[in-house]
């Protein structure tokens, strides 16, 4: 059986919901969206979409060493979930910890990257705060607006939907591989490291998708918790070429990483991965309507709770994410053990 | 002349808010009010209302020991800031950063502080997120909502004007003294610091008053930031028994501190300090109106922008809080400096 709380983290999420009350006008229940989707009484046709994110654990192991791309991520990442639920953005606002006396340059940078990535989507920060801290921690907190009847959960899927992402994916994974396992930075320059929330992707998904969530930990652990949340899992078509980004493809080709690496380790991208009747897939498949290119069609929905992976030979491959999805924890944040462990999972599963 | 960027607090502000656009639909400038304020289009009658803060500091320090109240001060410190618009509050989003691995108690406690302090107003935590940082950071992020034309801000006051507060103040800084300055604990247990966010007297507050501002960094710094938005000062009547809630007057009785430190130092408590017209000032002080005790008449806006104290003896003394408020940043973080600073201040002001 594939449950939710066989993942650590989701147990450590309902540590912290069940010793709160939960508000009766809210309309998601824990783990069920990626923002909070709230009743407005001054509003009765939306609901008030909420997230909220910190960046820190990407600051603390240095798998972001510019300020720009720290402001940027701390932005597209609260974005990214208000795309999810398929909500239009009204603002964000941040909270900024630091050292005291910190450099000019941290403040210089951060605040360009938050402005460019608020600039690209027509998004504004509102507000903030500041803090001095030992170490840089970055909260962002978007709030957005959808329709009620429109918005989006993670649940909803049925056997048979087809599966897509709205874009082609593993920038995450790939930029954290060359990052901190020792390759080469040139592969892949931080500065080319802009993932970008997929709002107006959310918005053309409203009334569509059966369910929907950002693959910001990864597309696999993604489709592995909606497999969770609703009892049905996913037959995926492994075409790399067409699944994987120009800078996956070739982070792989360099470093010999494994194609399906990419998309099974925990730092994603701003991707949408969604579901859509069967009846829907074709139209969404030829982009029509609202989609600056057209969605990446993954797969289909199935009864059996797993995720299948159909390789480029033919073979079909079951991948267990759950001793993936708690290796950080289980290897208590050692990175060489981590690594290798992973590729011995993969191993295990059949793959490479 | 009293200037905003006297104040190293407000200078950092800005060194973020001249690098960032602005909102066209935002309705505050910056600096101007405790929570932002944005048109919503839905909703086309009211303002969103909107506020982050995290409380770092305070843990750091070692100001706060019980994870309670962590807990509590992260809802509230946002809350308060909702109640100082007039707003109605909708709900509390928390990002939670805190050491790996982490025990048990921190989660139990700080959560049970979050959710009582919810309960207290009638306010729900709606979701959150969690971060592994060497040290315990909270942030908390309150949404609002309120009627356009009766949000408050920091700006309006006029000469003439009365000014009040909604409730005996002074906590926050007899709890800090304690706490840090070396005295024994028992003069003020951690358990009895419990400030609560006036959301009912923010919202008998709306369309009432001039302009409102919580005391949340001690109430002798708010009146400073008041003065600086608007230009004009206030002439406060200092009757300390009056004034000063028990807990700081016990305080100041036991460890020999002067009753003006209750007011001046950096750490306060979540009244609202706000102004109204002197018609109205008689019917707020009789509290009639919303009102669960009477709100606390402090003085009078006048029209030379600074703060004169009108001591018990008759005496009046003006007080430049411009070094005061940049201590913490001038002193370094070195407590001793600090607190031996501060009580120098306060005599050259010709105090105590």
């Given at each position: 059986?594939?449950?939710?709380?066989?993942?650590?983290?989701n147990?450590?999420?309902?540590?912290?919901?069940?010793?709160?009350?939960?508000?009766?006008?809210?309309?998601?229940?824990?783990?069920?969206?990626?923002?909070?989707?709230?009743?407005?009484?001054?509003?009765?046709?939306?609901?008030?979409?909420?997230?909220?994110?910190?960046?820190?654990?990407?600051?603390?192991?240095?798998?972001y060493?510019?300020?720009?791309?720290?402001?940027?991520?701390?932005?597209?990442?609260?974005?990214?979930?208000?795309?999810?639920?398929?909500?239009?953005?009204?603002?964000?606002?941040?909270?900024?910890?630091?050292?005291?006396?910190?450099?000019?340059?941290?403040?210089?940078?951060?605040?360009?990257?938050?402005?460019?990535?608020?600039?690209?989507?027509?998004?504004?920060?509102?507000?903030?705060?500041?803090?001095?801290t030992?170490?840089?921690s970055?909260?962002?907190?978007?709030?957005?607006?959808?329709?009620?009847?429109?918005?989006?959960?993670?649940?909803?899927?049925?056997?048979?939907?087809?599966?897509?992402?709205?874009?082609?994916?593993?920038?995450?994974?790939?930029?954290?591989?060359?990052?901190?396992?020792?390759?080469?930075?040139?592969?892949?320059?931080?500065?080319?490291?802009?993932?970008?929330?997929?709002?107006?992707?959310?918005?053309?998904?409203?009334?569509?998708?059966?369910?929907?969530?950002?693959?910001?930990?990864?597309?696999?652990?993604?489709?592995?918790?909606?497999?969770?949340?609703?009892g049905?899992?996913?037959?995926?078509?492994?075409?790399?070429?067409?699944?994987?980004?120009?800078?996956?493809?070739?982070?792989?080709?360099?470093?010999?990483?494994?194609?399906?690496?990419?998309?099974?380790?925990?730092?994603?991208?701003?991707?949408l991965?969604?579901?859509?009747?069967?009846?829907?897939?074709?139209?969404?498949?030829?982009?029509?309507?609202?989609?600056?290119?057209?969605?990446?069609?993954?797969?289909?929905?199935?009864?059996?709770?797993?995720?299948?992976?159909?390789?480029?030979?033919?073979?079909?491959?079951?991948?267990?994410?759950?001793?993936l999805?708690?290796?950080?924890?289980?290897?208590?944040?050692?990175?060489?053990?981590?690594?290798?462990?992973?590729?011995?999972?993969?191993?295990?599963?059949?793959?490479?």
């Amino acid at each position: 059986m594939t449950r939710m709380d066989d993942i650590l983290e989701n147990v450590a999420i309902d540590a912290w919901t069940r010793r709160l009350s939960r508000e009766p006008r809210q309309a998601n229940a824990p783990h069920e969206s990626d923002a909070e989707l709230l009743e407005l009484q001054a509003a009765p046709e939306h609901y008030l979409a909420i997230t909220i994110d910190t960046v820190a654990e990407e600051i603390l192991t240095g798998l972001y060493l510019e300020p720009y791309t720290m402001g940027w991520v701390t932005v597209m990442a609260s974005l990214s979930d208000l795309a999810a639920v398929g909500a239009d953005p009204l603002g964000v606002v941040v909270s900024v910890s630091a050292p005291a006396g910190g450099e000019e340059s941290l403040v210089e940078g951060t605040a360009r990257g938050m402005e460019d990535a608020c600039r690209s989507l027509g998004v504004f920060i509102l507000g903030g705060d500041s803090n001095a801290t030992p170490t840089v921690s970055l909260t962002g907190c978007a709030v957005g607006i959808v329709p009620r009847t429109e918005a989006i959960t993670r649940r909803g899927l049925q056997p048979g939907d087809s599966v897509f992402l709205t874009g082609r994916a593993g920038s995450g994974n790939a930029f954290g591989l060359v990052r901190l396992g020792g390759f080469d930075g040139e592969l892949f320059p931080e500065d080319e490291y802009r993932p970008i929330a997929m709002i107006e992707a959310g918005r053309a998904l409203r009334g569509v998708a059966t369910a929907c969530m950002d693959t910001s930990d990864g597309v696999l652990t993604t489709l592995d918790q909606l497999t969770r949340l609703n009892g049905h899992g996913f037959e995926i078509d492994c075409d790399w070429a067409s699944i994987l980004c120009d800078e996956a493809l070739r982070v792989c080709e360099r470093t010999g990483a494994p194609p399906w690496m990419m998309l099974a380790g925990p730092h994603g991208e701003f991707e949408l991965a969604f579901t859509v009747p069967s009846s829907s897939a074709e139209a969404i498949a030829s982009a029509a309507g609202g989609w600056d290119s057209p969605p990446l069609r993954l797969g289909t929905v199935v009864e059996r709770p797993a995720i299948t992976l159909r390789l480029p030979s033919g073979e079909k491959v079951d991948v267990d994410m759950a001793p993936l999805r708690n290796l950080l924890e289980t290897t208590e944040g050692h990175l060489d053990r981590y690594l290798r462990e992973f590729r011995e999972l993969g191993r295990s599963w059949g793959l490479e």
